[in-house]
């Protein structure tokens, strides 16, 4: 591919990201001036300084599925004189615009490939997800250090997994090399300065190389679908596990791979619009019936819920992709220090212990 491979200085980025936003809406890790440690993705602005180093807080998922969003706006007209005579008029949402989100991790790439297999594979088509989707291009950084939290490789990922990025970036010191990895990226590569020499295309190769040799993790998930389930009933188990879970909902805010959602309705007089906002199966309120009936009423059941969603129920629908990328956002994030690792690393063992 011509211009496949570029180059740009470290001191040039900005001016990078500024003539990309000029012809798409580009996203980027940003730490917020307040809290040092809260880094999230934002719509790039002339100025910004993207956090490249330290992995995100909250990964880009809201770009693609944002946090909350209109469906559709509509009149709802009734005739004061005649009652079966009505009128509701609908309107589309904001079309969506070509976009770019520059540093997303391997991780976060893993992440929209289960959401495209959700939103975008049917048998239910997320028509508003799938039209981002199109028009979204993932520029991802090969991820040179992993923190304690993190363990993509046990999940089939890994440090310089391409799956999923339509450009691929990698640091070298004085600047990043960028490569298009299909052709929907080669019409931004001629906004990225200058071509990459031979020098520092092979520096890329070798930092490449040497994420592409590092294992991170030491999970082992094989079993963990039917492990989930020989322990599903041992309310013990999660109690263990699970017994300080505050059901905050951090872990799924924060994760790339949930992706539950709530509708509501906002009225004002006979005008409305339908809004989509997160949603998270550990609130009491998710699976609250309308008859006063929850399925799952415990923490330890929602706990419990989520695991398996993960680790087993998505591994069945799918043929057997782990609904987890091992980002370990959850890990970091949850106020009462639950791991996912241990909880998916003792059930296996205790589903062993007792075979
Ligand atoms: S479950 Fe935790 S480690 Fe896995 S993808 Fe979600 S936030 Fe990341
Ligand atoms: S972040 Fe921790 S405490 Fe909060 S709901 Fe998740 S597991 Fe429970």
Redesign the pocket.
């Known amino acids: 591919m011509g211009n496949a491979i570029r180059y740009i200085a470290l001191d040039k980025l900005t001016r990078v990201l500024g003539r990309l936003s000029e012809i798409l809406d580009v996203w980027v890790p940003t730490a917020s001036e307040e809290k040092k440690r809260l880094v999230r993705f934002m719509p790039y602005q002339a100025g910004m300084i993207p956090e490249l180093v330290e992995q995100s807080t909250l990964g880009p998922k809201g770009a693609l599925l944002p946090q909350v969003e209109s469906l559709f706006r509509f009149i709802y007209e009734k005739d004061p004189d005649d009652a079966s005579h009505k009128r509701v008029e609908l309107e589309d949402p904001v079309a969506p615009k070509p976009t770019l989100i520059f540093g997303v991790r391997p991780c976060d790439a893993r ?1 929209f490939l289960l959401f495209d297999r959700v939103f975008s594979a049917g048998p239910h088509i997320d028509g508003l997800y799938g039209a981002r989707r199109d028009l979204t291009l993932l520029a991802t950084l090969v991820c040179l250090e992993e923190d304690a939290a993190c363990f993509c490789s046990s999940v089939g990922g890994g440090p310089a997994d391409r799956q999923g990025s339509d450009l691929w970036i990698t640091p070298i010191g004085d600047g990043y090399v960028v490569e298009a990895l299909n052709d929907r990226a080669l019409h931004v590569m001629d906004l990225l300065e200058e071509p990459a020499n031979e020098l520092q295309t092979a520096a890329a190769t070798k930092v490449q190389q040497e994420a592409a040799e590092r294992r991170v993790g030491n999970l082992i998930c094989d079993q963990s679908r039917s492990n989930f389930l020989q322990r599903f009933d041992d309310l013990n188990y999660w109690q263990q596990m699970a017994g300080q879970c505050l059901s905050c909902g951090i ?1 799924t805010f ?5 992706y539950c959602f709530s509708i509501t309705d906002e009225l004002k007089g006979m005008r409305g619009e339908r809004i989509r906002s997160w949603d998270s199966c550990m609130f009491y309120t998710y699976t609250l019936e309308a008859s006063g009936h929850n399925p799952r009423p415990t923490r330890l059941e929602r706990y419990r819920n989520r695991i398996g969603h ?1 680790f087993s129920y998505i591994p069945e629908k799918y043929e057997g992709i782990i609904g ?8 970091r994030s949850c106020p009462v220090s639950i791991d ?1 690792r241990k909880v998916v690393e003792n059930l296996e063992e205790k589903a062993h212990a007792c075979a």
């Not at 924060?254 to 949930?258: K, L, S, Y």
């Not at 987890?324 to 890990?331: H, N, V």
């Open positions: 992440g872990c924060v994760c790339p791979t949930c993960k987890c990328c091992g980002c370990g956002r959850c890990i996912i």
